[in-house]
């Protein structure tokens, strides 16, 4: 029988570990986001809501994603430590300056929109299970997520989940029925990755 791992007996990453770990968590999300742009799709979490902020100004995701998110380190140090939020920030900061650059180095001859999203989806969840296994996030509704999973064991996918369908219900003022019901399959991918594999009970982020 194997012994549940809980915060007294699990062991802490080290420095190396947790910069391999953050660094592959964000880059792989910030080259799912150049998936979803490219496609024109959308998606939810605080990214989905850069995102939509993104399509309708013009502004680069990059600055917009790292802006939204400010106003959600205090919640996550005053619940959740400065440790977290410091690995959040680095996180977030990167991913940023990663999403501006993709364009520049990838660039896609033909993508089907469904594959797309179903791409997405899963780079993005495995992407989020690095950084929730580092002991961060890509900060914003993936903070107040991780908080009620710690604080109640409602999992953090579901709470990511319901948040996405506000964004959802909000891109629908700006994009066409289909290409949203597309969207809405890779934030599924999303989600589900998580809320299959983000277990507390099984692993303790450290």
């Known amino acids: 029988m194997s012994i549940p791992v809980t915060p007294e007996n699990a062991q802490r990453h080290?420095?190396?570990?947790?910069?391999?770990g953050i660094a592959y968590g964000a880059g792989m999300a910030a080259f799912a986001i150049t998936i979803l742009t490219h496609l024109g799709l959308v998606t939810g979490q605080t990214a989905g809501l850069a995102v939509l902020i993104?399509?309708?100004?013009?502004?680069?995701?990059?600055p917009v994603f790292f802006a939204v998110n400010l106003p959600f380190y205090w919640l996550g140090y005053r619940r959740i430590g400065a440790r977290f939020v410091f690995?959040?920030?680095v996180a977030v900061a990167l991913m940023s300056v990663l999403a501006a650059l993709f364009p520049r180095w990838v660039h896609f001859a033909d993508l089907d929109p469904v594959v797309g999203a179903v791409l997405f989806g899963a780079i993005s969840g495995s992407a989020l299970l690095a950084l929730f296994r580092h002991g961060a996030s890509l900060g914003g509704v993936g903070i107040v997520a991780l908080y009620l999973?710690?604080?109640t064991g409602f999992r953090a996918g579901w709470t990511q989940l319901?948040?996405?369908l506000a964004i959802?219900?909000?891109?629908?003022?700006?994009?066409d029925l289909p290409t949203v019901a597309i969207s809405a399959l890779g934030a599924l991918?999303?989600?589900?990755?998580?809320?299959?594999?983000?277990r507390r009970d099984r692993y303790v982020a450290t």
Not at 54 to 62: L, M, N
Not at 189 to 198: G, K, M, Y
């Open 149 to 151: 999973q710690d604080r």
């Open 168 to 175: 959802f219900a909000l891109a629908l003022t700006l994009r």
């Open 162 to 164: 319901l948040f996405d």
């Open 87 to 89: 690995k959040t920030f």
């Open 54 to 62: 993104s399509y309708a100004t013009g502004w680069g995701f990059g």
């Open 189 to 198: 991918v999303v989600n589900l990755v998580i809320a299959v594999n983000h």
């Open 14 to 20: 080290s420095l190396i570990e947790d910069a391999q």
